[in-house]
């Protein structure tokens, strides 16, 4: 008995391939480029203080003797060329293909981490300052250009899990460099060693992706017929890539409600989550009393349960997509709400805890940066679902515009608290932070979609919707480019 035509379509559309395949080694591969991206970006944060430590007895390197304000400038020297960059990265990547953008990108700047001790020796903070916004620049492209690879190698069914794991390393990274710089600059190799050793992973990166990684599945010379087909599938297409010479359409982007929500969620993450980051060890130790940044366990510890729970919150999707009943659109906005509306109640309590209470203070800071990891499982992986082709673009503006707000959060902090020992300031500071997070959740919510956009293939936006017809003779099952079937009604031979 022949089986019938819509669990054909069905049967199709789940089509699994390997459990463990070449997909894996991509996002593997991506969770390593973040570690490493992120590890080359903090690396600074810990070494500077060696690197100005004027009482060390430690004759064998040198010590510089630069003020709070000159320190403050070379940390955020590297946002200054992150910023530029990621319209642009996410551009190339979309049109030429991630590999050899990330590859360039990530070995320059393993190059530049391993002069870092020359360019301050030879020029002191200026060079380094130059220098660090060329790593920057460098840098911009690697969120967009991730989000280009895993929009070509993540099914539809696994983009929240692969992309979780991918976006895990960044806290990885960051875990691994507060964890062991220290032991490194106190080690023979002394502050200097912090910089040649991140920089050296850098090159063991470059040298495994080059030989391991593709743009996309129909580039991977071994990936496997079945996986290939899989993942194509359920992508429902087979090659999408828009023509190198397609124009990116721009005004339909800009004018989405689905984007525009997606751009305002991103920036007011971004707002609650580097206030918390920037400002919370000033509050901890003026407030609280406990200087955060003299243990590494406590700066460690919010990026750590952050990583844990990506893996918590991929553990609980897996549950979540085996229930039939729950919808795409509902995971994401589900999750997100998670990783948003619960560090908002947190950040209203934190502002209400004493001194007595310094140790619930830690908690709640801990878990309001930690619980965010639902956010990977919400509107960050949104860019993807809305626009495969464009993903690395999408990524590229709401990465940049919440790049901004990254450095407009602390000066709104500057300019609420006056006074570091006021507790009423910092409250003030963290129902701002609150309001951002329930107002962008919200919009997010009511505008935010997860069916593939018109504008996804304007070129062929009718032979994309209308890619597999079952049965010409009788009322024919449709699978368009977002994988949804739908049944079409011919009449008179038309469809």
Not at 158 to 187: H, K, N, P
Not at 437 to 450: A, E, Q, S
Request: aromatic share 12%; hydrophobic share 45%.
């Amino acid at each position: 008995m022949s089986q019938p035509k819509a669990n054909l379509v069905k049967n199709r559309r789940f089509d699994e391939g390997p459990l463990i395949g070449s997909r894996h080694v991509q996002c593997f591969l991506c969770f390593c480029c973040l570690s490493l991206c992120y590890a080359l970006r903090v690396n600074l944060s810990v070494a500077i203080v060696a690197m100005t430590d004027t009482n060390s007895t430690d004759s064998d390197f040198v010590t510089y003797e630069w003020d709070t304000s000159t320190r403050s400038f070379l940390l955020s020297s590297f946002f200054w060329g992150y910023i530029v960059t990621q319209i642009p990265g996410g551009h190339i990547a979309q049109k030429y293909g991630a590999k050899t953008l990330l590859l360039i990108g990530v070995t320059l700047c393993s190059v530049l981490t391993i002069l870092t001790p020359l360019a301050a020796d030879i020029g002191g903070w200026q060079l380094l300052f130059a220098l660090r916004v060329i790593q920057g620049l460098l840098q911009g492209s690697v969120h967009p250009a991730t989000h280009a690879m895993l929009a070509k190698w993540s099914p539809v069914e696994e983009r929240g899990t692969l992309g979780t794991f991918c976006y895990s390393g960044s806290q990885f990274g960051t875990v691994v460099m507060l964890a062991v710089s220290g032991y490194i600059a106190d080690s023979a190799l002394g502050w200097p060693g912090i910089f040649y050793i991140s920089g050296a992973m850098g090159f063991v990166w470059a040298i495994c992706w080059f030989f391991f990684a593709a743009s996309t599945p129909a580039e991977h010379k071994s990936i496997s017929p079945e996986e290939k087909k899989m993942i194509e599938n359920s992508l429902g297409q087979v090659d999408s890539t828009p023509k190198v010479n397609a124009p990116t359409p721009w005004v339909k982007i800009f004018t989405s409600p689905p984007f525009i929500s997606l751009i305002v969620v991103h920036c007011t993450h971004m707002w609650g989550f580097w206030t918390l980051l920037t400002q919370i060890p000033s509050y901890m130790k003026d407030i609280m009393g406990i200087d955060i940044k003299s243990s590494a366990l406590l700066s460690s510890l919010p990026y750590a349960v952050m990583l844990v729970l990506s893996f918590f919150f991929i553990y609980l999707s897996k549950l979540l997509s085996k229930k039939q009943s729950i919808s795409l659109s509902f995971s994401r906005k589900f999750f997100n709400s998670i990783g948003h509306w619960i560090p908002m109640i947190s950040l209203i309590a934190l502002g209400y805890v004493t001194k007595e209470h310094a140790t619930l203070a830690v908690v709640l800071l801990t878990l309001t940066v930690g619980i965010s990891a639902a956010t990977y499982l919400g509107f960050q992986v949104n860019h993807i679902d809305l626009s495969p082709n464009y993903a690395g673009t999408l990524m590229g503006i709401t990465n940049g515009s919440a790049n901004v707000m990254s450095a407009l959060a602390p000066l709104c902090v500057g300019m609420v608290v006056t006074d570091g020992t006021n507790v009423n300031e910092w409250r003030m500071v963290f129902f701002i932070a609150a309001g951002f997070y329930f107002f962008g959740n919200l919009l997010f919510v009511i505008l935010g979609k997860t069916n593939v956009q018109s504008w996804n293939s304007p070129e062929d936006a009718l032979a994309k919707r209308l890619s597999i017809i079952i049965d010409p003779e009788t009322p024919a099952l449709l699978l368009n480019g977002g994988g949804e079937v739908k049944p079409v009604i011919k009449e008179n031979g038309n469809q």
